[in-house]
């Protein structure tokens, strides 16, 4: 009886919060496009979550395509096929290790800092204190640092997605003695439309997911300062968790619309 | 405004309820302040004080009751309208409130930013931001960020910043508290000397009695949910009610 | 007021950065793709385009010059094949230039080569249909000479027992000799040696009549070859292939002279003379046919995992082993 009751009540909590976050969403659809626009806070926001993580996303991206054509090369060679390393890192790149590990890297690092910056400016009474200073707290703090995660992601994730080939082409450079520029045509002869741009479609949404349950658990919190903690926390195991099933669908989708 | 009939009072709530799930904080609270008094409501921690002020400018929604601020009913206006209407409140947080990223300047430059229309032109902000920083005192903190000043000077800062747009109405919620008494006292002149500067009406609350002693022109007791007992400070002392009692001891 | 001038620049400089980078990108995937060039459409028609796709490579002469746009099923026996060309072959491709199917590297996609072909004709236009060659004939051939090379086992095997016999004969020519049956038997079966022998010889030359115009580059199956870069090695396999069979075709006749000697009874005691002789020559020829049916069948197991032709021996395989459970099934 008693563990029905918890379930039920898990179960009751679970969907309260998705459609509380769904609220939130529509929320920001609504005054994302109304006056007035806080410009100023956005390009803060965009310089803070796109220029300051660059370097994080691009040591991990170089790292990331040095490590995985380093590990795929023995299996590739065993089939005499290693003249098709540059097609396989590459599109397995673009289409998902580049867009997924970068996400998650900025679920790490925008997504916990949104979480905790309006986490404890919730706390310590900072959002209402805009609010009677007569700015609206939701356009100028959440509106615009979710406007800035959906935007900046996919740049993210083209700058990390070709850092990583940059490093797979240095392995190919100096282990298989192929030049870059043979390198790059044949990443190119490889790729096609279909793999570019259901990608960077897919991390836009990424984008909007990290900043929209950063905003979400931070906007919301209310437990004093170990509430800050929890919103900073829940916002990445959310976020990463989100970002999986949307990758998913988004796999799901272009499926149908490519049929790859 | 000026020529407002002293009777009327510059803020009333009526019947004021709010209730989180099955604990009645405010309980049918009335309140008036009037133009220029220093009004002090006392109560314990969690006896609904910080919740009544974050009715007061729309920061929460009431349950019932109404709440008028210069003859306006707040529940009925629009968002421009309370925004206009707030720009004529100053709301002194507990905690300060400073926004922790931005420096002195841009903390004070922030209720600026809507209400151009308040100081005319957007060149005369620095004039205003150094002005109302003279008036506590810390024209030389205006770089500074707010994890650089002590709390002291956060607490002067967040009240430049509360004052800025020359408010009718001061809203202080625990001025004090977080303060070593020296501190608290400075704190507390301040007040009454902008009080006197601005002509502004105050409404003060705290659990601090040399605070409500020092400042109050009259008070309000807050026991569950009600105002239970009103009068001055002396009036209130002299009091045999064991309850009330309780807040002097 | 808050945003200072360099936190703008870099802002800016990161911003367009990606996006150039993204564009870029796409160009160049755009560019693979002939979307921005000048393009014209030439279509050529299949029996079977072996899971050709739009996006894949047309070739001309080895050289990337453009892309499959659309395959279209017309009928159900034949598909025709969009290919979206850059403008500037116009003035390359002749209208007679031919068409094939082929797979770009060991596990690679499917390609479209066109292949200039002998003579003179105008330069193609859009909406040019070219003609095609499917390698379904290829296929043919080496089936014929897969059987031709099964026969010959066989009647190996079988000209063995008979030496086997002779050599052991008991040490009696005579029975040999007189053995009409065994005799005629014998004789039969060096016939069907030699017919073996001969077919094998006209599919290898055929074969290798394609082989050597390889070196003219002007055949259909030169190109498919050389294209695969195996061309060499094809072609050292076929000669191989010629060389056991004219060997055969050499031991045979050896054997039928013998045998119409003996036939002829010319001096028995000649033969008594030479007994051991002869069952030795006959016995090492035996060998060498052997020996030659075994390279026979070594070239044809070469050829059999010849990448090309891979898929089609695999597929015969896979009918034998089927046939082989119906059977066991009954």
């Known amino acids: 009886m008693n563990a029905t009751f918890k379930i039920s009540s898990k179960v009751n909590l679970f969907f309260t919060e998705v459609g509380d976050v769904t609220f939130f969403a529509i929320r920001f659809f ?153 390198y790059f045509n044949q990443v190119f002869e490889a790729l096609a439309f279909s793999d570019i741009i259901p990608a960077t479609v897919k991390s836009f949404f990424f984008g909007f997911a990290i900043g929209l349950i950063g905003c979400y658990k931070g906007y919301n919190c209310n437990k004093g300062t170990v509430g800050v903690g929890e919103a900073s926390n829940a916002a990445v195991v959310y976020t990463s968790m989100l970002l999986f099933v949307i990758d998913f669908i988004a796999v799901f989708v272009s499926d149908i619309f490519f049929e790859i | 405004m000026k020529t407002m009939i002293k009777e009327e009072p510059v803020l009333e709530l009526k019947n004021l309820y709010k209730h989180f799930g099955n604990n009645k904080v405010l309980n ?175 409404l003060i609350i705290t659990h601090d009695v040399d605070c409500a002693r020092v400042i109050s022109n009259r008070m309000i007791l807050l026991v569950d949910g009600v105002n239970y007992a009103e009068g001055t400070f002396q009036e209130l002392t002299q009091s045999s009610d064991p309850k009330i009692k309780a807040f002097f001891k | 007021m808050r945003n200072s001038a360099p936190e703008k620049f870099k802002l800016g400089l ?122 379904i004939g290829v296929n043919d051939m080496l089936t014929t000479l897969n059987v031709t090379n099964e026969n010959a086992a066989l009647l190996t095997s079988d000209l063995l027992k008979i030496t086997s016999n002779i050599n052991e004969g008991k040490g009696t020519l005579g029975m040999l000799i007189t053995d009409t049956v065994l005799a005629s038997q014998f004789k039969q079966t060096l016939f069907e040696l030699r017919k073996t022998s001969e077919g094998a010889s006209q599919a290898m030359s055929s074969l290798n009549e394609m082989i050597a115009s390889v070196n003219f580059s002007e055949s259909l199956a030169g190109v498919l070859l050389s294209d695969t870069a195996s061309g060499v090695k094809m072609k050292s396999i076929v000669a191989n292939l010629e060389k056991s069979s004219e060997k055969m075709i050499q031991v045979t006749d050896h054997l039928n002279h013998l045998l119409s000697e003996i036939e002829e009874g010319k001096g028995t005691l000649h033969y008594l003379t030479q007994d051991t002789t002869l069952v030795q020559n006959i016995d090492s020829t035996m060998q060498n046919i052997k020996s030659g049916t075994a390279r026979f069948n070594e070239n044809m197991e070469a050829l059999k995992h010849n990448f090309l032709l891979r898929g089609y021996f695999k597929k015969l395989e896979k009918e034998q082993r089927k046939a082989l459970k119906k059977a066991d099934q009954n």
């Not at chain 1, 970068?102 to 679920?107: F, H, P, V």
């Not at chain 1, 400016?121 to 100028?140: H, L």
């Not at chain 2, 006896?47 to 008028?68: F, T, Y």
């Not at chain 3, 690679?108 to 499917?134: L, R």
């Open chain 1, 30 to 182: 609504k005054q994302v496009f109304t006056r007035p626009f806080e410009t100023k806070e956005f390009l803060r926001q965009c310089y803070l979550m796109g220029n300051r993580s660059l370097l994080l996303v691009g040591v991990t991206g170089f790292i990331l395509g040095l490590v995985f054509t380093l590990q795929s090369r023995p299996t590739l060679m065993e089939f005499g096929a290693q003249s098709w390393m540059p097609s396989m890192i590459s599109i397995s790149i673009v289409r998902e290790i580049g867009p997924v590990i970068t996400a998650l890297i900025c679920a790490g690092r925008i997504g916990s800092g949104i979480g905790a910056e309006l986490g404890s400016m919730r706390v310590t009474e900072q959002i209402d204190a805009m609010e009677v200073s007569g700015t609206n707290p939701f356009k100028y703090l959440v509106v615009t640092r979710i406007l800035a995660t959906t935007l900046m992601l996919p740049l993210l994730i083209i700058f990390g997605d070709a850092i990583a080939l940059v490093g797979s082409a240095i392995v190919e450079n100096l282990k298989g003695a192929v030049s870059f520029q043979l």
């Open chain 2, 28 to 202: 049918g609270f009335n309140l008036q302040l009037y133009k220029g008094e220093n009004l002090v409501v006392m109560g314990k921690s969690g006896s609904g004080k910080s919740v009544m002020i974050k009715c007061l400018v729309g920061l929460m929604q009431a349950d019932g009751g109404s709440i008028r601020i210069k003859g306006q009913d707040i529940t009925s206006l629009g968002q421009r309208e309370l925004d206009l209407l707030r720009t004529e409140i100053g709301f002194l947080f507990q905690g300060s409130a400073l926004y922790d990223s931005m420096t002195v300047r841009e903390n004070l430059y922030f209720p600026l930013r809507r209400h151009a229309h308040i100081m005319g032109r957007e060149e005369e902000a620095e004039k205003w931001i150094r002005e109302a920083l003279a008036n506590v005192g810390l024209e030389h903190a205006i770089d500074l960020m707010p994890d650089e000043l002590s709390g002291g000077m956060k607490r002067r800062v967040a009240l430049a910043r509360a004052l800025i747009l020359k408010p009718k109405i001061m809203l202080y919620d625990e001025p004090t508290t977080g303060l070593d008494p020296i501190t608290a006292k400075e704190i507390i002149q301040l007040m009454r000397a902008i009080q006197k500067t601005y002509g502004t009406s105050s």
């Open chain 3, 14 to 135: 990161f911003v367009v950065l990606g996006t150039a980078l993204l564009v870029a990108a796409l160009y160049f995937i755009g560019n693979r793709q002939n979307l921005f060039t000048k393009n014209i459409t030439i279509y050529t028609h299949f029996r079977n385009v072996n899971g050709l796709q739009t996006g894949n490579n047309v070739r001309y002469s080895g050289i990337n010059i453009g892309t499959v746009a659309k395959t279209v099923l017309l009928s159900d026996t034949l598909i025709r094949v969009e290919m979206r060309v850059g403008e500037k072959l116009k003035n390359v491709i002749k209208k007679n230039a031919v068409a094939t199917i082929g797979s770009d590297g060991l596990v690679g996609s499917m390609i479209v080569n066109i292949i200039p072909a002998q003579g003179t004709a105008g330069f193609i236009s859009s909406h040019d249909t070219i003609q095609s060659y499917s390698k």
